[in-house]
């Protein structure tokens, strides 16, 4: 925590996120090396440059889920105050595909380990505790990852509900003299708002939930563990992390007068 701080004080970016992105980021040659020596077919070969294909479209879809997003146009009347007027701005409002980030994932796995935990610690053998352990506690059993996969759309619209208030956004908007083109101010704008927020979670939960079960495939399809390092929170991590010192790289920049790396 301390050289984390130490980083966000005097480097760029998040410093424990940092150091969050260089833990996972330094497992994955050997997780990588790994399913090349347990694989059959060419000496592990085929399945190593598999893992890697696999590994860039993942990379590639999370870049794209987390960089989209759905801008609502807000256009803003004059106003005159004194001699001066105020206003007749455009703007948007950006509301993200996957709105939740990776707190879903978080929420669903610590909610499954639940029932696990309570096997663990209870003694002795039992018919509940013996279905917990075959149906809960193993990430790769079908009930497990349905419950999961299930878990994860749900928590992604329980935490976009709670962290987006549609009415308030609206009240803000009505305010200050802001409309949406085609939508009443106040109420029919807050129903637009939660319209359109409610359509963009649903392939955000599912992209979220898909992401999630990759270490699960790879369990089944190449025999790796769950810390296969293209899929999961890891992945999520990793790239977030990266996006966000990307941009704070490229503000810095900016603020210097200098073109910036990004084109």
Known sequence: MWLGELITDRGIGNGMSILMFISIAATFPSALWAIKTQGSLAGGW?????VIVVGLVVIGLVVFVEQAQRRIPVQYAKRMIGRRSYGGTSTYIPLKVNQAGIIPVIFASSLLYIPALVAQFAGGSSGWKTWIEKNLALPDAPMHIVLYFFLIIFFAFFYVAISFNPEEVADNMK??????PGIRAGRPTAEYLSYVLNRITWPGSLY?????????MALAGFGANQNFPFGGTSILIIVGVGLETVKQIESQLQQRNYEGFLR
């Open 175 to 180: 305010k200050y003299g802001g409309f949406i």
């Open 208 to 216: 979220l939930g898909l992401i999630a079960l990759v270490p699960t």
């Open 46 to 50: 085929i399945e190593f440059g598999t």
